[in-house]
Structures are given as C-alpha cells and as structure tokens.
C-alpha cells in the first residue's frame, strides 16, 4: 500500500512531512500541496493519515491483494486522545473501532508537563532533552567520552 | 488619478476595439488553460468519481431543500468569507486579495467595454473602484507574499525564493501593481514611461491570464466544488468514508486543544 493525497482537502500545511519516517511525503512545488515522492517506499505505517488535520491523506491497497476497493480510514482526535478507525472489507463488512492515541493504557502514564518545574535558560540549551538524565536512571549523568577515545581499538 | 478612467485616455492613441479584443483574448486563455488544466489532470473527473463513491455510502438522502441550504451556507461561509482559513491573518490577506480582484476585474472589464471611447463620460464611482480594487489586491496579495504564506511563515524560506507554484500569486500582485503604476504615470503626463508600464502591464496580464495551465489560477473555480461536496458529504453521513467521530470523555486524552493549521 502506498499513501496518496486528496488535493482538493490538501492544504499544504506539511504535517506529513515532518512526521513521514521514511521522507517520501514531499511539498510538490508546482502545486504547493503535498505528494507521496516514492509509493514503492511507503510501509503504511498511517504516521501521515493521522497527522493531517484536513483528513486530505488516504492509503491504496495494492491492486493484488486488495482488488475489490477495500478502505482504511482514520481519524486522529488530539483532545480525546483517540484514534478512530474504519474498515470496510472488500465482501462489504465494515468494522469501527477506536484505539487510544498511545500505546500505553487510557489514562495512565500521561506526564503532568504543565505541573512540573519550569525549565531554566540552560537546560533549554543543554543537549539534554526532557526527562533527562534522570529519566535514563544515570545518576552521574550522561557517560562523556572524549572523540578520540572511540578510536581505540578500531582499525580501519 | 483616482477619477480618471485610464482606458478612456489609452483610447485616444489605441483604438478601444484593440483594448476589448485584449480582454476578450484574456478570457478565451482563462478558459483554454482551465480546460487544460482539467484535461491533463483529470481532476474533475475524479472530483465527480469521488462524488459519486461518497453517494454510494450516504448514510440518508438529503432533501432539494436541504441540499440547497447546505449549498447557501457553503457559498455564505467556505466561499465568499474563506471560513476555511480561520479566524487570522491568513483570512483577512485573502480577502483582501479576492474582492480587490474582483473589484479590479469587473471595473476593468465595465470600464473597457462600456466607457473607453471619447464620446463617453465615466462615473466617477468606476476608476475609483478600479484603483481601490488594486491597492486592496496589492495589500492582500504582498501581504501574503512577505509574511504570511506557507514558504516563509512555516518553512523560514526567503521571500525572495520562487518556485512554480507562486506564479499565480505574483502574477496577480505585479499586474495589479504594474496597472497602478501606469495610471499614475499616465494621469502625471510622464511621456514614456507610461508607455514603458503600460506595456509591462500588458505582459503581466498575460502572464497571469495565458499561464492557467501552469499556475493555481484555475483554484477559484475547483475550491467551491470541493467545499460543496465536503460539506454536503458531512451532511449525508458519508462523510468521505471517514470513521465517526470518538464519543470518549476528553479526559482519556492530553486534553491537548489546540487550533489544527487548517490555515494554509
């Protein structure tokens, strides 16, 4: 399967750029919208479905195992946290179901952002992102080992 | 300036038929590239491909009476305000670039074909409206250009990149500039220079007018469609085969409201 996009609801905003792991959802530069550069090199994995707010992106079944115009359809519910789905089989039967947006349970694990301390000017331009070092249980730190030191050992 | 028809005083040297054969070869290219355009991209066809899918999976069959209603309020919010594009800058830029257009188009066209010979008197109301129209296209239009669209606001390009797509938004501007121009030219006695810019003028026009194929000009006639058939599939149900909306409590989520950027 590959993705494609609706150019009528597609408004160029270039969500499924940022977010497309494989980099093939591009500004096409005639139209200022967005296109699939390499449907061969879509996996499918919906990241741009989901991301489009103008629900402009849709995925095709390719013509040998999904012949009869089978559909997958999603719809992303940022507040709710809900990923809504549905199926339509090529025999006709549709299945609804939602999912949430993580992986993790409905409700658990969501870290309280607003509640914690603010960040100080240098941990904003510290490498480090949000939750670390802690987050990686490394009381001392980060490990920091000097460039040349990968060196040792390795012969080219 | 602001009250002298400028195609009246054209009219003393080029004869005002040439100055209507212009105009009516600016329509015929419109038309032309549009029907090219919707050749070489079969968009209508699948526009009404689509239509007729989402047809197929109407949850009810709307009434005439609804049908006209939902169409009304299409044309009432989608079209002639752009509610699509929110409640920001974007909106007001396009705005005030399409009634400028419009403005300017239609004054153009009155003033060509109904007082450019010598033996008329223009209202005074028309050359003012032909002005204001292109000062509100040129407000809308560099607007955009500088600040606002895609490229520099959310993608940090240079104003100064172009690339195809921004044919038909520069075309639109410098037209609209380049007439403005050449009327102040011409209203100050400038000998040849108003010459030189009412030539350039001339080109920008086509320009914009014979390059439908390769520009987004042809998007002002596919963007209503689309926002009629978008809103009648949200009214039948079929809702472009898109799940249901999630009836979960909005604690299961972040709670993360913000404004989709539906503002392109």
Redesign the interface.
């Known amino acids: 399967m590959s993705t494609f996009v609706y150019m009528t609801r597609c408004d160029g905003c270039g969500h499924c750029v940022d977010i497309c792991p494989s980099d093939i959802m591009h500004i096409d530069k005639v139209t200022r919208r967005a296109v699939n550069i390499e449907p061969n090199m879509c996996w499918e994995c919906y990241s741009c479905v989901k991301a489009c707010p103008n629900d402009a992106i849709d995925a095709r079944g390719y013509a040998d195992f999904a012949p009869m115009g089978h559909s997958v359809r999603v719809l992303r519910d940022e507040e709710k946290g809900t990923i809504s789905w549905k199926i339509k089989f090529r025999n006709g039967n549709e299945k609804n179901f939602e999912s949430p947006i993580t992986t993790k349970p409905w409700g658990k694990y969501i870290p309280k952002l607003a509640d914690g301390e603010m960040p100080t000017k240098e941990d904003i331009e510290s490498q480090n992102l949000y939750s670390e070092p802690l987050g990686l249980n490394i009381d001392t730190g980060l490990p920091n080992m000097e460039k040349m030191k990968f060196k040792i050992g390795v012969y080219y | 300036m602001l009250a002298t028809n400028p195609f009246a005083e054209l009219a003393k040297s080029i004869p005002s038929i040439a100055i209507q054969l212009f105009i009516i070869t600016m329509i015929l290219l419109v038309f032309i590239g549009t029907l090219l355009d919707i050749l070489h991209k079969k968009?209508v066809k699948y526009?009404f491909q689509?239509a007729k899918k989402a047809k197929k999976q109407a949850k009810k069959i709307l009434a005439s009476g609804e049908k006209t209603s939902i169409i009304f309020k299409t044309i009432g919010s989608d079209i002639l305000t752009t509610a699509?594009l929110g409640a920001g800058k974007r909106r007001v830029a396009h705005l005030l670039g399409m009634y400028g257009t419009i403005i300017f188009w239609v004054s153009s066209a009155v003033m060509i074909f109904g007082y450019s010979s010598s033996n008329t008197i223009t209202p005074l109301y028309l050359p003012f409206l032909w002005h204001f129209g292109a000062l509100m296209t040129c407000l809308g239009g560099y607007w955009f250009w500088f600040f606002l669209r895609?490229?520099v606001a959310?993608?940090a390009h240079p104003w100064y990149r172009l690339?195809?797509?921004d044919l038909f938004v520069l075309s639109l501007v410098i037209t609209s500039t380049l007439g403005l121009i050449w009327s102040f030219l011409q209203s100050s006695n400038i000998a040849g220079w108003d010459i030189l810019f009412l030539a350039l003028f001339g080109l920008s026009n086509l320009v914009l007018f014979g390059g439908v194929y390769?520009s987004?000009f042809a998007h002002m006639f596919?963007?209503p469609g689309?926002a009629i058939?978008?809103n009648l599939a949200k009214a039948d149900g079929s809702r472009?085969?898109?799940?249901?909306?999630?009836n979960?409590?909005?604690?299961?989520?972040?709670?993360?409201?913000?404004e989709?950027?539906?503002?392109?």
Do not use: C, M
Request: charged letters at 30%; proline letters at 10%; aromatic letters at 12%.
């Open positions: 968009n526009f689509n699509e895609v490229d959310a993608e690339i195809q797509a390769w987004k596919y963007k689309a058939q978008k472009d085969n898109l799940p249901t909306p999630s979960k409590p909005k604690q299961f989520g972040l709670g993360i409201k913000r989709a950027p539906k503002h392109y």
